[in-house]
């Protein structure tokens, strides 16, 4: 800094002619202090540049710092709403499932509950055994058509249930199977005993009939 406002008079100097010894000492003395003060001068810049870039440095660290946490927050928010999302999307599954599964339940409840009315308002009585081949072929192709919506059911149900739901379901399909069956057999005996029963009744009404034209007696009421 005093380098900069005091101008270099030593060339002056040069040419100058010394009065006496004094002179020359005190000018000495002078451009000695002009050095150091120069020196000093120098010495205060680098070290107040030096400082200046440690502060440079530490605010850049400071800087990147603070944009890594930014970023890892960040990372992580996203992370829990990605979270949060997949939560979501198993809820909604779950409660899919779930309304899928009462709606059958239900529909089973309302067959089973039809066939039981079907089975306290029929008659149980003896019928003649015929017609067994034909009723055998519509049995079984019943039974085909049965067992292949009994296959796509469970398929529907593999796709949509979880691994963790797969167990529960292979007994809940037993049970299911089992009461087809049962339903089933209830229904080809009821099936069997109806045509049976009409057949009978036709027969009986056709030979009754015959019997009284024949004695030429009136129709009596039944």
């Known amino acids: 800094m005093h380098s900069q406002m005091m101008p270099d008079l030593s060339f002056i100097d040069a040419f100058k002619i010394p009065n006496n010894e004094e002179e020359e000492e005190e000018e000495e003395e002078e451009e000695e202090e002009e050095d150091e003060e120069d020196e000093e001068d120098e010495e205060d810049e680098e070290d107040e540049g030096g400082e200046e870039e440690d502060e440079d440095e530490d605010e850049d660290e400071e800087e990147e710092e603070e944009e890594e946490e930014e970023e890892e927050e960040e990372e992580e928010e996203e992370e829990e709403e990605e979270e949060e999302e997949e939560e979501k999307k198993k809820k909604k599954k779950r ?29 149980e009585e003896e019928e003649e055994e015929e017609e ?18 009994e296959e796509e059911e469970e398929e529907e149900e593999e796709e949509e249930e979880e691994e963790e739901e797969e167990e529960e379901e292979e007994e809940e399909k037993k049970k299911k199977k089992k009461k087809k069956k049962k339903k089933k057999k209830k229904k080809k005996k009821k099936k069997k005993k109806r045509r049976r029963r009409e057949k009978k009744k036709k027969n009986w009404g056709r030979k009754r009939k015959s019997s ?10 039944r």
């Open 95 to 123: 409660r899919r499932r779930r309304r899928r599964r009462r709606r059958r339940r239900r529909r089973r409840e309302e067959e089973e509950e039809e066939e039981e009315e079907e089975e306290e308002e029929e008659e």
């Open 132 to 149: 067994e081949e034909e009723e055998e072929e519509e049995e079984e192709e019943e039974e085909e058509e049965e067992e292949e919506e």
């Open 212 to 221: 009284k034209e024949i004695m030429g007696m009136k129709k009596i009421p």
